[in-house]
């Protein structure tokens, strides 16, 4: 299992990769591709996926009998990064990029490191307009720190501007332009290109640490470790679903800001597939009701771990350690959904997978953040959980993670996909 993490995490290096690998791993197993603007005919038994912006995917089997509820597990494919605007004018014998922060990161865990480009490309064909992937593979640019001689107090902390701070080096005046370097990449003039979106990416491969390596360190842990795991799962045990209920995985961009674009958790991307499935499949005048009131939806996105320098930032009554299990989040305010209910029926999964489930809750005085579960409530109105693996330097350029967990989610995930869920109402379910 560990292997395939690894590799979701190599080789997606941006949304639009980490949409691609998870299509990948879907047509490896049989599912087929469909589009939003064509008609869908839908075969019991069958899996099928979709794709919108080239960064968000929702994956599904479709029952042999009619469909009575839905089991979806959801993640983001985004992370915090540095997306590119343009070459910016030569200055002081150097060439740089022009870069703009996206999402909530550290920046300083950007300096100083090698790093590279990728994302997509628009470019003129014959035919239209045609977006091709790209990603530099190869240590190519440095946002390099002021040195410490003009900057004696930088310890005592420092404040970033983004505008001044983190503009990269690409290399030296008159050196070949990032258009370049992209028309060789992909075989094009610059004539061809018509727009892009590009951003930074961290080079450091994952690699494992520890005396037994116990954990492992990687850029955009948050949240492709969930995406990598559930994926894994779903795969796993759709086949083998209740079938009565379809299992659904559903990938998400944009969580990192706000996720309200058309590929986003608050957009109506998912309840458009979920309806077009029951559309496309025999059902009565009351299916969709009767579905919405017999599904359930987990939230996956990455949790916080009590950091073992800074204890006094997590909850004393909840302290989550990385290799301690999945984690199951809780907010008084539902920035996170899991309620008493949600929280109830994950934990009886999990006891029936073997995997032990720990606690997260924001400190009374620390405001916490939040993700695409209650987002995604405004368009999907079913009990949801929100759960994530533990970790530490969230929102880093490179973060640190347990291996158990990776392998306890997958656990997790697969047998709620494979267990027979029922609700009966008032908060009772039936779990075989």
Avoid at 16 to 25: N, P
Avoid at 218 to 235: G, H, K, Q, S, V
Avoid at 342 to 352: L, N, Q, T
Wanted: aromatic fraction near 8%; charged fraction near 20%; glycine fraction near 8%.
């Amino acid at each position: 299992m560990y292997d395939d993490l690894v590799e979701f995490l190599q080789e997606s290096v941006t949304p639009f990769h980490a949409a691609a690998t998870a299509e990948s791993w879907l047509a490896a197993a049989g599912f087929t591709r469909l589009e939003e603007a064509d008609y869908w005919n839908l075969e019991p038994g069958k899996g099928y996926y979709i794709t919108r912006n080239g960064s968000a995917v929702i994956a599904w089997r479709v029952p042999q009998h009619a469909i009575g509820g839905w089991r979806i597990a959801a993640n983001h494919s985004d992370s915090p990064c540095w997306k590119i605007k343009a070459d910016m004018p030569e200055n002081e014998g150097c060439r740089r990029l022009s870069v703009e922060g996206y999402g909530g990161m550290i920046m300083a865990s950007w300096l100083d490191r090698p790093l590279t480009v990728g994302g997509r490309v628009l470019v003129k064909t014959q035919d239209g307009v045609q977006s091709r992937l790209v990603y530099i593979d190869r240590d190519l640019l440095v946002i390099p720190s002021l040195a410490i001689h003009f900057q004696r107090d930088v310890n005592k902390g420092k404040v970033f501007n983004p505008q001044i701070d983190m503009q990269p080096l690409w290399g030296p005046a008159g050196s070949r332009t990032l258009t370049d370097l992209i028309c060789e990449e992909l075989g094009i003039t610059a004539e061809d290109i018509l727009d892009w979106d590009l951003q930074l990416v961290t080079r450091q491969a994952p690699v494992q640490i520890g005396p037994d390596n116990e954990y492992f360190m990687a850029p955009r842990i948050d949240d492709l470790e969930c995406a990598a795991t559930t994926l894994l799962a779903f795969l796993e045990a759709s086949g083998e679903a209740d079938s009565a209920c379809a299992p659904v995985w559903a990938m998400f961009d944009n969580e990192e800001v706000g996720s309200s674009s058309r590929m986003g958790a608050e957009s109506s991307f998912l309840r458009d597939v979920l309806d077009r499935i029951l559309d496309a499949v025999p059902h009565s005048g009351q299916a969709a009701a009767r579905a919405m009131a017999n599904s359930f939806m987990l939230s996956a996105d990455n949790a916080h771990a009590t950091h073992p320098n800074f204890p006094q930032k997590a909850d004393p009554c909840a302290p989550v350690r990385m290799g301690g299990g999945v984690v199951l989040k809780y907010n008084a305010s539902q920035k996170y959904t899991t309620n008493a209910v949600s929280g109830a029926v994950f934990r009886a999964v999990c006891d029936k997978a073997g995997v032990p489930v720990q606690v997260f809750t924001n400190r009374a005085d620390e405001p916490g953040g939040s993700t695409l579960g209650n987002l995604q409530s405004h368009t999907l109105p079913i009990p949801m959980a929100d759960i994530g693996c533990a970790q530490l330097a969230m929102h880093s350029a490179v973060e640190t993670a347990s291996v158990a967990d990776a392998e306890a989610m997958t656990k997790a995930v697969a047998v709620f996909y494979r267990v027979h869920l029922r609700a009966l109402g008032d908060g009772t379910y039936t779990l075989e």
